[in-house]
């Protein structure tokens, strides 16, 4: 089976909470998210994630990852907590890395 590279693009649905704070409920969610995350990771599913910096509306996460299928990478996408519950969005790509550091 051969693998692709996807990725996907997160941007929080309620930019206040990271300007000013988020409920208790948006918490919990970006904890499962966590959890589903560092989850696949282990499982050698994701490749890397992370997210900017900032606290405005410029702020997004990325997830790369690999995937058999384009239905694969977008089950993997719509399951993580954070998309599935609506506190973030997300944007499905395909992905290929050129280059990564040793």
């Known amino acids: ?24 409920k948006e918490d919990a ?35 790369i990852f690999e995937a058999e299928s384009e239905i694969v990478a977008k089950k993997i996408m719509e399951n993580d907590p954070a998309v599935s519950e609506g506190v973030m969005t997300a944007s499905l790509y395909p992905y290929k890395i050129a280059l990564m550091r040793k």
């Open 29 to 63: 969610i970006v904890a499962q998210h966590f959890a589903y995350l560092k989850d696949l990771t282990e499982k050698g599913v994701m490749i890397l994630m992370g997210r900017t910096q900032t606290s405005d509306e410029t702020t997004f996460g990325i997830a």
């Open 1 to 24: 089976m051969i693998m692709k590279q996807w990725i996907y693009v997160l941007k929080v649905t309620r930019l206040k909470m990271l300007t000013e704070s988020s409920t208790p």
